[in-house]
C-alpha cells in the first residue's frame, strides 16, 4: 500500500517535471544553468573583428557643415587606409532628410563598393512579416544592407539568432553571417555563444582612430564596425552571462561565433525527457532498498554528471543540453522521498507513542489488579502506583503521596533503604503493622527497578505486601491441632510418641522406669446418651485437669474415650501397679456436671521401658495390649504388659489369616436351632448359626470367630455367605417355617445389607416373609439414622427385623417404638435365672407386657429346662428356643425334626 503509494507521488514529479519542460517553465532556470556554464568556458575573440566606437568629443570635432555622415565617410576612408578588410557602417543611415556629409559618404561607399555594408533594423512586425528600416536609397543602392538587431530572432523566448530575414520577398542576411563569409552551410538560427568575452574584441574610439593613436597594422586585414559608443540609442538585449548588453556587443558576438564556428544548437526536449524518465525509473527501482541519506547522494551525483556531459557537449559539439528539467525532476524525487521518510517517521513515533501509552495503562492495571499489596515508590520518594489492596490496607488516595506521610516505618524503612542505598531486600521479610488500631502480620519485599524510559522516575522501588494474618493463625492452629486433642487440650497421639521418644534417647534411659499407661473410660457412652454431648466434653476436660494433678506426668488423649499417661521413675512392677489405681481412683470419683452427678469407670493398660525396650512404639503398643486385656474383664482394673500377651497378637494374626482360608477352603457351614411355639411344641422357626470347622483346631465357636470376622473386614463376605446359604438350604425344605439370620453392625454401617437379602432371596427363592435378620442394640446406639432407613427398606422388602440379645446393651427402650423391629428375643442371661431369681423373672415379665403393648413378638432364648418353658409360657411368652427343644445342627438333622415323627415329641413336652 505504502509503495503503491510512493509510486503514485514518483510517477506524478515525473509528469509533472516532463509538462513543465514542454511548457518551458524551466526556461529560467536553464538560462541561469547556462550562464555558469558560459563563465566556465570562458574564451577570447578572434580579434579579427574590430569595434570603431563614434565617442562624443569625435562627432564634437567634425567640422562644421560636413555632418554626421561626412564624419563616418572620414571614418570609412581612415579605415581603408589602415588597411581594413572591410567595414559595416553600423548605424542607422534610414533617414531621407538631406545631411551636409550624404555626397561625401555616397562618394566614399562608390569608391569601396563591395567592401562596406550598411544596416537594416528591426522596427516592428506585421502580419507575421517584418517591419524593417532600410538606408536610405541613396546609400542602400551602393552598400547593401545586413540585417542587425536580429538577435533573439523571433523566438525571443529561445534567444536564437536568426540568420537571415526576409522583406517583401527579399532575403536579407545577417550582420553576423555576412561578416564571415567564407562559410558556406548555414543554419537558419543559433545560440551565441556566451563563453566568448566581449571584453576581449577588439574597440577603439573614432577620436582614437583619427589621433593615429592606434598600432598601424591595428586594422590590417580587419573586418571593422562602426557604432555609436553608447549603444543605448539603438537597444539593449538580456542574454546570458552579460544580463543587459548592447544590441551591437550582441551582434558581435554572434559574428565572433560565426567565425569560430561556435554556432550553437539546442538538442531539444526529447533527450531531456528521455533521461527524466529514465532518471525516474532508476529512482523507483532503488529507492526502497536505499537510505534516504544514500538516495540523495546518488540524485546529486546523477545530476552532476549529467551536467558535466551537457558541459562536455556544449564545449566540443556547441550542443545545448537543457539540464534544467532533469535537475528538477531529481529535486522532486528527493522531497517526494523526503516527505515519505518524514511520514514514516512521524507515523512510528504516532505508533510507539500509542503502544508506550497502551503499555503504561495496561502496567497500571496490572499494578492496580494485582492479587497482593502492591505500592510502586519513584526515586523523589513519591508514590507512582497502588494495588486496590493496598489502598485497602493502608488507606485510600496513596497516588502523589510521600511516602512518610502514608507508610507505616517497616515499610517506609526498606523502601529507603533501597532507594538511599540500592539496598533491595534478597528475601520475604515478615513483621507486624497494625493498620487502622488492628495489628496485622504482614509479609514483605522491596525491590528495585531502573526504568530509563521516563526521565522523571528513574530508579523505582516497588514494595509488595500480603495479609497474612490469616495463614498464620491457621498454621499455628494446625500445628496446636497436629500436637494436641482440641477438646481437653491433651497432647495428641503424635506428640505423646514423641514425648515417649524424648524420654528414650539414650540405651541407658529405659532404666529410669519409663512408664506407659493406657485408659480406657467406660461408661462414657451412656452420660453422652443420656445428659447429652455437652456434658460428655466437659467431663472429659474434668478428666485431664484431674489427671494433670498428678505431677510431673504427660497427659494425651488418644482418640474418643482413650487416654495415655507418661510417667517417669517407676522403677520396680509395683510402683507401675500403684500409679495405675491412683488414676483409676482419680478416674473414677463422681464428676459433677452442672447439677448432675455422674460417674465413669477406667481400665488402665500399662507397660514400661523395663518392660517393652526402649522403643516408644513397642511400649504403647504393649501398653495398648494390656487395656485390650483389661477391657474385657468387668469393672476398674488395671493391666501390666507381660510377654505372653505379645504371643496373643500372633493367634490374632494367625486367625485372620485361617479366616481367609476357611472362606475360600468351605470350611463353614451353617447349623440351625428351631425356634418353637411355647402353646403347642409346634416347631415354627429356625436361626441359622455359622459353625467353623478348622482342619486343624476343629470346631470354633462363633464367639471367637465372628469379633475377628469383624475386626478384618471379612464379616462382610462371610455374612453374604451365611444369608446366601442359610436361604438357599431353608427354601429347600417341605415345612415353610421362618429363618433368622445374624448380622453384624459392620454389615449395615459398610456393607449393601439391603441389597445382599434381596440377592439371597432372589437366588434361593424363599418368600421375604420367611425371613428376619437378627441385629443387636450397638447397631442402634450408633448412627441410629442411617441404620433406620435400612432396617425400613428391609421390612419394606418384607423381610422381619429381630432384636437379638435384649437387656444386655443399653437396653433403651426408646428406639422400640420408632425402629421397625418386630420380634424382641431376651437374652439368656435372664431366662437362665428362672424360676429362682425373683430379679430376673420380674425383667421378663415387663419385657414382656411391654412388647404386648408395643405389639412385638417375644422369642425366649437359652430354655435350658422345662419349668423355664412352662414359667415362659405361662408369663404369656409365644416363642421359646434353647437346648431344653433342641440344640443347633446341621441341616439334615432339622429336616428330620421338622418331619412329623420328631415334631410330636415337642408337641408331648409343650402340652404334656
Ligand atoms: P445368639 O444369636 O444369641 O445365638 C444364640 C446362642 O446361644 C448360640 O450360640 C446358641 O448355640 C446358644 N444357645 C442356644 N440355646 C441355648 C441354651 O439353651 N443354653 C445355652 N447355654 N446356649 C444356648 P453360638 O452358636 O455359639 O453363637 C454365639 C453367637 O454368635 C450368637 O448369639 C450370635 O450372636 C453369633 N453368631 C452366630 N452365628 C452368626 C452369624 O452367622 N453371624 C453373626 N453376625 N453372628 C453370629
Ligand atoms: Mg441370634
Ligand atoms: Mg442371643
Not at 538606408?135 to 543602392?141: E, M, T, Y
Not at 524518465?277 to 545530476?303: D, E, H, K, N, Q
Not at 510431673?552 to 522403677?571: D, H, K, W, Y
Not at 520396680?572 to 452427678?597: C, K, M, N, V
Request: net charge negative; proline share 4%; aromatic share 6%.
Amino acid at each position: 500500500m505504502d509503495r503503491q503509494r510512493q509510486l503514485i507521488i514518483i510517477a506524478a514529479v515525473c509528469a509533472f517535471t516532463l509538462v513543465g519542460v514542454a511548457a518551458g517553465w524551466f526556461a529560467a532556470l536553464d538560462g541561469a544553468m547556462r550562464d555558469v556554464r558560459f563563465s566556465l568556458t570562458n574564451r577570447p575573440a578572434t580579434g579579427e573583428i574590430i569595434l570603431v566606437e563614434i565617442d562624443a568629443e569625435a562627432v564634437a570635432n567634425t567640422g562644421v557643415g560636413v555632418g554626421t555622415r561626412g564624419l563616418y565617410a572620414r571614418a570609412i576612408e581612415e579605415l581603408f587606409i589602415r588597411g581594413a578588410r572591410s567595414v559595416t557602417l553600423g548605424i542607422s543611415v534610414s533617414s531621407r532628410e538631406p545631411d551636409p556629409g550624404d555626397a561625401a559618404l555616397v562618394r566614399t561607399l562608390q569608391t569601396h563598393a563591395g567592401r562596406v555594408r550598411t544596416i537594416t533594423t528591426h522596427r516592428g512586425e506585421s502580419g507575421g512579416d517584418l517591419t524593417l528600416a532600410f538606408p536610405s536609397p541613396l546609400f542602400a543602392s551602393i552598400a547593401p544592407p545586413v540585417y542587425i538587431d536580429a538577435v533573439m530572432g523571433r523566438d525571443r523566448l529561445k534567444g536564437t539568432y536568426d540568420t537571415t530575414a526576409m522583406h517583401d520577398g527579399w532575403v536579407i542576411e545577417s550582420f553576423a553571417t555576412a561578416l564571415t563569409p567564407s562559410r558556406d552551410i548555414r543554419p537558419d538560427s543559433f545560440f551565441v555563444d556566451y563563453a566568448i568575452d566581449y571584453a576581449t574584441v577588439p574597440r577603439v574610439t573614432l577620436s582614437n582612430l583619427f589621433d593615429g593613436n592606434t598600432a598601424p597594422e591595428f586594422f590590417l586585414d580587419r573586418d571593422v564596425v562602426i557604432g555609436l559608443a553608447s549603444y543605448a540609442q539603438i537597444s539593449t538585449q538580456t542574454v546570458p552571462r552579460y544580463g543587459m548588453l548592447s544590441t551591437p556587443a550582441v551582434e558581435l558576438l554572434a559574428a565572433e561565433s560565426v567565425r569560430q564556428d561556435r554556432m550553437l544548437r539546442s538538442m531539444g526536449g526529447m533527450p531531456v525527457g528521455i533521461i527524466i524518465i529514465a532518471g525516474t525509473l532508476v529512482f523507483a527501482i532503488l529507492r526502497p532498498s536505499m537510505t534516504l541519506r544514500s538516495a540523495l547522494l546518488g540524485s546529486a551525483a546523477y545530476s552532476g554528471v549529467l551536467e558535466f556531459v551537457a558541459l562536455v557537449l556544449q564545449v566540443h559539439s556547441g550542443l545545448l543540453l537543457e539540464t534544467a528539467g532533469i535537475h528538477v525532476a531529481q529535486a522532486g524525487l528527493i522531497i517526494a522521498a523526503f516527505w515519505h521518510e518524514l511520514e514514516q517517521k512521524s507515523q512510528s513515533l504516532s505508533k510507539a507513542s500509542r503502544e508506550r501509552d497502551a503499555m503504561r495503562s495496561m502496567l497500571e492495571r496490572v499494578v492496580a489488579d494485582n492479587f497482593d499489596g502492591v505500592v510502586v515508590i519513584d526515586r523523589n520518594k513519591t508514590i507512582r502506583a497502588a494495588s486496590r489492596l493496598a489502598e485497602d490496607l493502608v488507606g485510600p488516595g496513596l497516588v502523589g503521596k510521600r511516602l512518610e506521610e502514608v507508610l507505616p516505618a517497616p515499610f517506609r524503612h526498606a523502601l529507603e533503604r533501597a532507594l538511599d542505598h540500592g539496598d533491595a531486600m534478597d528475601a520475604v521479610c515478615e513483621t507486624a503493622i497494625a493498620f487502622k488500631d488492628v495489628e496485622r502480620v504482614i509479609e514483605f519485599v522491596v525491590t528495585l527497578s531502573d526504568i530509563d524510559a521516563d526521565e522523571s522516575t528513574g530508579r523505582v522501588a516497588c514494595l509488595t505486601f500480603r495479609d497474612v494474618t490469616e495463614r498464620r493463625h491457621d498454621e499455628e492452629r494446625m500445628s496446636y491441632l497436629a500436637l494436641h486433642d482440641p477438646l481437653t487440650g491433651a497432647a495428641s497421639r503424635a506428640r505423646f510418641l514423641d514425648e515417649v521418644g524424648k524420654q528414650l534417647i539414650k540405651p541407658a534411659d529405659r532404666f529410669r522406669g519409663v512408664g506407659v499407661f493406657l485408659i480406657g473410660l467406660s461408661r462414657l457412652k451412656t452420660i453422652n446418651d443420656t445428659l447429652g454431648h455437652a456434658h460428655g466434653d466437659a467431663l472429659l476436660k474434668q478428666v485431664v485437669s484431674r489427671l494433670d494433678l498428678l505431677g510431673p506426668i504427660s497427659v494425651a488423649r488418644l482418640e474418643g474415650n482413650a487416654f495415655a499417661v507418661l510417667r517417669q521413675g517407676l522403677t520396680t512392677t509395683d510402683d507401675g501397679r500403684a500409679f495405675a489405681d491412683q488414676l483409676i481412683e482419680t478416674i473414677s470419683r463422681p464428676y459433677h456436671l452442672d447439677g448432675h452427678q455422674a460417674i465413669i469407670g477406667a481400665r488402665v493398660g500399662m507397660s514400661d521401658s523395663d518392660l517393652s525396650g526402649s522403643s516408644p512404639e513397642a511400649i504403647v503398643t504393649h501398653a495398648s495390649l494390656a487395656l485390650s486385656i483389661a477391657i474385657d474383664q468387668q469393672g476398674n482394673c488395671a493391666v501390666t504388659f507381660s510377654k505372653d500377651m505379645d504371643a496373643r497378637i500372633k493367634t490374632k494374626q494367625d486367625m485372620e489369616i485361617a479366616l481367609r482360608a476357611a472362606l475360600s477352603n468351605n470350611e463353614f457351614t451353617v447349623h440351625y436351632q428351631p425356634q418353637v411355639d411355647l402353646e403347642t411344641g409346634e416347631i415354627i422357626g429356625v436361626e441359622a448359626l455359622t459353625r467353623w470347622t478348622h482342619p486343624l483346631l476343629g470346631t470354633v465357636s462363633p464367639a471367637e470367630f465372628i469379633p475377628a470376622a469383624e475386626e478384618t473386614g471379612l464379616i462382610l463376605e462371610l455374612g453374604r455367605w451365611v444369608l446366601d446359604t442359610a436361604c438357599a438350604e431353608v427354601a429347600t425344605w417341605d415345612k415353610p417355617v421362618r429363618l433368622s439370620v445374624n448380622v453384624s453392625p459392620l454389615q449395615f454401617d459398610y456393607g449393601d445389607i439391603v441389597g445382599d437379602v434381596e440377592a439371597a432371596l432372589a437366588a434361593s427363592g424363599l418368600a421375604p416373609n420367611r425371613l428376619q435378620v437378627e441385629i443387636t442394640e450397638s447397631l442402634l446406639v450408633t448412627e441410629t439414622s442411617r441404620a433406620a432407613t435400612k432396617l425400613l427398606a428391609l421390612r419394606d422388602i418384607g423381610v422381619g427385623v429381630a432384636l437379638d440379645d435384649f437387656g444386655t446393651g443399653y437396653s433403651s427402650l426408646s428406639y422400640l417404638g420408632r425402629l421397625p423391629i418386630d420380634t424382641i428375643k431376651i437374652d439368656q442371661s435372664f431366662i437362665r435365672g428362672l424360676p429362682q431369681d425373683a430379679e430376673a423373672s420380674a425383667i421378663v415379665r415387663t419385657v414382656l407386657m411391654l412388647s404386648e403393648s408395643l405389639g412385638k413378638n417375644v422369642v425366649a432364648e437359652g430354655i435350658e429346662t422345662q419349668d423355664q418353658a412352662w414359667l415362659l409360657r405361662l408369663a404369656g411368652c409365644k416363642i421359646g428356643q434353647g437346648y431344653y427343644f433342641a440344640r443347633p445342627a446341621p441341616a439334615a438333622q432339622i429336616i428330620a425334626l421338622l418331619s412329623g415323627a420328631e415334631q410330636d415329641k415337642f408337641t408331648t413336652r409343650m402340652i404334656g
